[in-house]
Every structure is written in C-alpha cells, then in structure tokens.
C-alpha cells in the first residue's frame, strides 16, 4: 500500500501512482489538481487494471465528501436525473476570515494548475475547457453563494453510478469551487483569456513565475484561528431533463485539511484496502 501527500503532484506524484501500478499495490494520494486527476483515471488506470493495483486519487477535501454528496443525491433522484451539479464551499466566522486559510503547498498547486486545461463531462465524454468557464451560485449556510466550474473526481466516479442503472439518462455533471467569494465572477471573465495566455509559452511561464513570487509570501502553514472557525460545506444536486431540481444534499465538515488528514488516516486500514473479509453483518 502507499499514501501520498506530495505536492504539487503535477511536478513530483506521478513516480509515486507509477510505483503503485508496477508493484500491483493500493494507491491513495491528497491531490485536488485537476490534469493530475484526470491522467491518473485515463493514463494510470488502465495500466492498474492490468497489474492488479487499486488507484483512489484525490482521497480528501477534495473530492470524497463532493463525490458522496452528487452520489446521494443522484440517487435519491433517481432514474429521472439528468444532470448532477457538486459545489465546495468554505466559510469562516468573524476576525478569522482575515486569516490565511490555505497552506503554502496548496496555493503552490493552484497556481501550477492555473492554466492548465479543464473538463467537463457531457454526453457520456469529458471534453476540455479552462478552469472558472462556468459560473453559478449555490444556496449555502443561508445565503447565495458563487462557484466556478472545475475539473476534479465526480466526472469520472459519477456517471459510473449512473451507469450501473441508477440514473441511465444522465448526460451532465459539473463540479464548482466556491473558494473564491466576491471574485468568482471575475475568475469566470478571465477563463475567456486563459487559453490565449496559455499558447503563448513566454506569457504562460511569466504568469506562473509571478503566481509562485505571490505565494513566496505566504506562511508555510494555514492560519490556526482560520481553520478553527472554519466550516467546510459539500453541496450536491440533482436535476431532471428540463432543468427541474429533484434532489438536494449538503454535507458539512471541520476544515478540508483535517477532512483530508482523517480520510487517509482511515482509508489503509479498512477491510477493502487490506484485501482482509469485511466483517459479518446482520441482516435482521
């Protein structure tokens, strides 16, 4: 079995899943990078059917509690859905907002993915598009909140649920970040733009060496204080054919690191991650 939390998995995870897949091993990784994400599901895993290894990338904050909560969702709604939307919002409490609230790795992963292709799945395929190129709001903690649009794990695992018979018709599902609050709308604008800059490799390369030079600034660790009054919110939901919404369901948590830190901590010792008989249950 291996567990990996090194980041950014764009630049040093894949020898880690490589050596998982050769040795037929159980692969876990804290990764919420989108091209990561994706090359493991379609590069890496036809390689661990074959030898045997069990791949579950991104097996935290992002994307366990969103992948459950579309799952929930699309299954209380049933056969009729037609599409599943996910959004992942944080909230904080007072003073604290003013806290950094993520870690100097995470932010180093967000700028190396900045712009870099998305996707979107439609129809039964993923197809590319930039990060932020949708945009729409949840309801959460009693009020609108905005998310743009994201690569990340509920495009492959969700349409599989589908596919075992539980919603046939399915034909969408878009994943959002509510990370940004107020400027989400311009993150949506500038996803115009983005695929021009990255063409361009001197503009691509300057953009990321400035992203980097803002990140130099940030402390190693995430504020205490941030992170205490912190709530993390999963929202999941189902529509119908005609843009009918069938489903809704919010999951709620501490802060995404601690979600993540749990997650792997309880993964490996499980009964299907060690290949051991899961115990007897009652039927009554």
Same mark, same amino acid.
């Given at each position: 079995?291996?567990?990996?939390?090194?980041?950014?998995?764009?630049?040093?995870?894949?020898?880690?899943?490589?050596?998982?897949?050769?040795?037929?091993?159980?692969?876990?990784?804290?990764?919420?990078?989108?091209?990561?994400?994706?090359?493991?599901?379609?590069?890496?895993?036809?390689?661990?059917?074959?030898?045997?290894?069990?791949?579950?990338?991104?097996?935290?904050?992002?994307?366990?509690?969103?992948?459950?909560?579309?799952?929930?969702?699309?299954?209380?709604?049933?056969?009729?859905?037609?599409?599943?939307?996910?959004?992942?919002?944080?909230?904080?409490?007072?003073?604290?907002?003013?806290?950094?609230?993520?870690?100097?790795?995470?932010?180093?992963?967000?700028?190396?993915?900045?712009?870099?292709?998305?996707?979107?799945?439609?129809?039964?395929?993923?197809?590319?598009?930039?990060?932020?190129?949708?945009?729409?709001?949840?309801?959460?903690?009693?009020?609108?909140?905005?998310?743009?649009?994201?690569?990340?794990?509920?495009?492959?695992?969700?349409?599989?649920?589908?596919?075992?018979?539980?919603?046939?018709?399915?034909?969408?599902?878009?994943?959002?970040?509510?990370?940004?609050?107020?400027?989400?709308?311009?993150?949506?604008?500038?996803? =115009?733009? $983005?695929?021009?800059? !990255?063409?361009? #490799? +001197?503009? %691509?390369?300057? *953009?990321? /060496?400035?992203? =980097?030079? $803002?990140?130099?600034? !940030?402390?190693? #660790? +995430?504020? %205490?204080?941030? *992170?205490? /009054?912190?709530?993390?919110?999963?929202?999941?939901? !189902?529509?119908?054919?005609?843009?009918?919404?069938?489903?809704?369901?919010?999951?709620?948590?501490?802060?995404?690191? !601690?979600?993540?830190?749990?997650?792997?901590?309880?993964?490996?010792?499980?009964?299907?991650?060690?290949?051991?008989?899961?115990?007897?249950?009652?039927?009554?």
């Amino acid at each position: 079995m291996l567990v990996s939390t090194v980041g950014p998995f764009e630049k040093f995870g894949e020898a880690a899943v490589s050596a998982a897949v050769d040795a037929g091993a159980i692969y876990f990784d804290s990764t919420g990078e989108p091209p990561f994400i994706r090359r493991v599901f379609e590069q890496y895993g036809p390689a661990a059917a074959r030898t045997g290894a069990a791949l579950l990338t991104a097996f935290g904050n992002d994307y366990v509690p969103g992948t459950l909560a579309g799952a929930l969702a699309l299954t209380q709604a049933g056969a009729g859905t037609a599409g599943v939307h996910v959004g992942y919002f944080i909230t904080a409490n007072g003073a604290a907002q003013r806290g950094q609230g993520f870690s100097k790795g995470t932010l180093n992963s967000l700028v190396g993915v900045l712009l870099e292709p998305m996707y979107r799945w439609r129809d039964g395929a993923l197809h590319d598009e930039p990060a932020g190129a949708r945009y729409r709001t949840f309801q959460v903690a009693g009020r609108d909140r905005p998310g743009v649009s994201i690569g990340a794990t509920e495009q492959f695992a969700l349409p599989r649920l589908a596919a075992t018979g539980v919603a046939p018709r399915l034909r969408e599902v878009d994943v959002y970040l509510g990370w940004f609050g107020p400027i989400s709308r311009a993150v949506h604008l500038g996803s =115009r733009v $983005a695929p021009l800059f !990255a063409k361009f #490799e +001197p503009v %691509a390369k300057g *953009l990321t /060496a400035v992203g =980097r030079l $803002a990140v130099r600034k !940030a402390t190693e #660790e +995430p504020n %205490a204080a941030t *992170l205490a /009054a912190s709530t993390s919110y999963f929202v999941g939901e !189902a529509f119908g054919a005609s843009g009918q919404r069938l489903a809704s369901v919010t999951l709620t948590a501490p802060d995404g690191y !601690a979600i993540t830190a749990e997650l792997l901590a309880w993964a490996p010792g499980t009964p299907w991650s060690t290949g051991s008989p899961a115990p007897a249950r009652s039927t009554r």
